[in-house]
């Protein structure tokens, strides 16, 4: 079995999704989010927070591979720098734990889950459920974040079948 946790890195919310991987069967561990801003209004704070709730997760769960969104840039460059600092700990935090680190655009991710890489997040969450057979999803960074780790699994599927091939 093999366990793939989806991060969706924010600097105020992290989403996060966990599934195993068990002979072409993909099952929800767990999802949720780590809220940051209502806990601390210091950003150094807020980081620090998120690598003791990674840490958690990290120890209960024990994820092979991780699957975290790459980073883009938005409107607002301190938007970027702050996100890049809560994605550096979370590859941090994944390597700390040898897991495997993919990384993956948001459009690509999209685009393999919906059919469109312009696809909103309520259109992720809504394709999301009928996928993985949930009837809610509360969070859309949780359902970025499973979007993450599922788009990761039909990667490893095409991959091992791929090599059976050959």
Same mark, same amino acid.
Request: include cysteine.
């Given at each position: 079995?093999?366990? $793939?946790? #989806?991060?969706?890195? #924010?600097?105020?919310?992290?989403?996060?999704?966990?599934?195993?991987?068990?002979?072409?069967?993909?099952?929800?561990?767990?999802? #949720? %989010? %780590?809220?940051? =801003?209502?806990?601390?209004?210091?950003?150094?704070?807020?980081?620090?927070?998120?690598?003791?709730?990674?840490?958690?997760?990290?120890?209960?769960?024990?994820?092979?591979?991780?699957? $975290?969104?790459? %980073?883009?840039?938005?409107?607002?460059?301190?938007?970027?720098? =702050?996100?890049?600092?809560?994605?550096?700990?979370?590859?941090?935090?994944?390597?700390?734990?040898?897991?495997?680190?993919?990384?993956?655009?948001?459009?690509?991710?999209?685009? #393999?889950?919906?059919?469109?890489?312009?696809?909103?997040?309520?259109?992720?969450?809504?394709?999301?459920?009928?996928?993985?057979?949930?009837?809610? $999803?509360?969070?859309?960074?949780?359902?970025?974040?499973?979007?993450?780790?599922?788009?990761?699994?039909?990667?490893?599927?095409?991959? =091992?079948?791929?090599?059976?091939?050959?």
């Amino acid at each position: 079995m093999i366990k $793939i946790l #989806g991060i969706d890195p #924010g600097s105020q919310v992290t989403g996060f999704g966990l599934l195993s991987l068990h002979s072409g069967r993909v099952q929800v561990m767990t999802y #949720g %989010i %780590i809220q940051l =801003k209502k806990e601390s209004e210091n950003f150094n704070e807020r980081i620090h927070l998120l690598a003791q709730n990674l840490d958690i997760l990290f120890s209960k769960y024990q994820p092979q591979i991780v699957s $975290i969104e790459k %980073i883009f840039l938005g409107k607002n460059p301190d938007s970027a720098f =702050k996100l890049g600092h809560a994605r550096g700990v979370c590859i941090q935090k994944a390597m700390e734990n040898k897991a495997q680190v993919f990384e993956y655009s948001t459009r690509e991710v999209k685009k #393999g889950i919906t059919g469109s890489g312009g696809a909103d997040k309520h259109q992720v969450n809504e394709v999301l459920k009928h996928l993985l057979g949930l009837k809610t $999803i509360n969070y859309l960074d949780a359902s970025d974040a499973l979007a993450l780790a599922f788009y990761h699994t039909s990667r490893v599927e095409i991959n =091992k079948k791929w090599q059976e091939m050959v």
